[in-house]
């Protein structure tokens, strides 16, 4: 099967795997990774993703939540998995996930996870510019897929970018129940 079809693009095209070993200069007093630089770490490696997904350069445009579950430890050894959920005209989701272990593998546990979108940009013009759609296959890209939808109206409500009474899917949320 093509990894292309119809203008389209599967989700394992331009999913990514990256790994940080963290170091002491990568740590708090207290010997946990910053939370700033997994931040940074988890933006790399979702703008990768977004670009290979895109075919152009991709800028930041929002972060979802990020919570920090477990403590990551100097010595310890991260993966991060970021993976294209959903494309609208010129900007795609990204979902990542954090997971932690130490050095030869052993106490894996999941750290952190969260949704990044990315605009894509002509770099003659600098103006966004139109993405391939997503292809999801399996079950879990589907949800995946479907509930970007949401998360994407969430998101715009929240930046004032969208009246909640315009919302499609999230309407019935913020509207009187009488």
Known sequence: MSNVINDGKLVSVSRLTMN?????????????????????????????CAARHCGFQVVTASVDHISFYEPIKLGDVITLTAQVTRAFNTSVEVYVEVSAADLTGDNPRQSNHAYFTFVALDMETGKPTQVPSVIPITTEEKKQYEAAVRRRELRLILAGKL?????????????DMN
């Open 20 to 48: 940080e070993m963290i170091m002491p200069n990568d740590t708090n007093p207290i010997g946990n990774l910053m939370g700033g630089y997994l931040m940074r770490w988890m933006d790399i490696a979702c703008a990768i």
């Open 163 to 175: 009246k909640p009474e315009n919302a499609k899917e999230l309407r019935h949320f913020f509207t």
